[in-house]
């Protein structure tokens, strides 16, 4: 018997898998932003539910300004769960500047969803720009989170910024935004409205579509459950984030 605890998960699986419907997907998924600004949470979010559908996923670590708090760092644990991970080969990966595989470019044209996790900021796009024209050639999904709560990304003015600064170090159109206000255990519900608010306003003035609004799963469960009344705000869609990428202090005692 399934306790309350357990269902309420299997109910946010479910209606991550239903919102993932609701937009058509590049076989090829980027997503950039802020450092510190939940790019590899999403990333994995999004990769695992694609997992769960029964489709075929690579994640290539090509995050070349931080080697911590990123993909590297759950390698194995992805493998175990069923993802192809592509990581700079050998102690190469943890180098102040890790080499990118040469795996990366030939997984770009296959039948398999490859999830690029880049670095933080425009920097962090500097990876893509030598795929930039295969990208453009087999296609890209190309997301920007928005977390109103780092500094880089707080007023639709710097947000603009980033937008402007990683789509021409890519040479990559950015084609939907993510909005991901938290402040860790501490959200409520007013963040995540406040955060969709700054993320709306910049979906209107740079003419890019809002996706979904991030809402920590353990805070979906308690607010939004089953109820489809619920699972929106201010018109959009709240998709349940599971934590992956952990503290170091974390480990052992939040499911990963």
Partial sequence: MRTVDALKRHGSALARKRLIGLHSWERNLAVGGALGSGKSEWLLNLAHTFLQMGEGVRIADVDITNPYFCVRERAEALRAEGFQVITSPGDARWGDAPALSPEV???????????????????????????????????ITFLLVVNSFRPQTNTLQKIAVLHA????????????LLSNAHCLGETTMEDVAKGIDLAKEASETLRIPLLYAGVAETLWCAVVGSSEERATLAGVPLWPLKRRILLPWERGVVDA
Wanted: hydrophobic share 40%; glycine share 20%.
């Fill in 165 to 176: 600064d990683l789509e021409m170090v890519t040479g990559l159109r950015i084609t939907g």
């Fill in 105 to 139: 470019p030939r997984s770009i044209g296959g039948t398999d969803r490859l999830f690029l996790d880049v670095g933080g900021d425009a920097r962090g796009g500097m990876a893509l720009t030598q795929f930039a024209p295969l990208l453009e050639k087999e296609g």
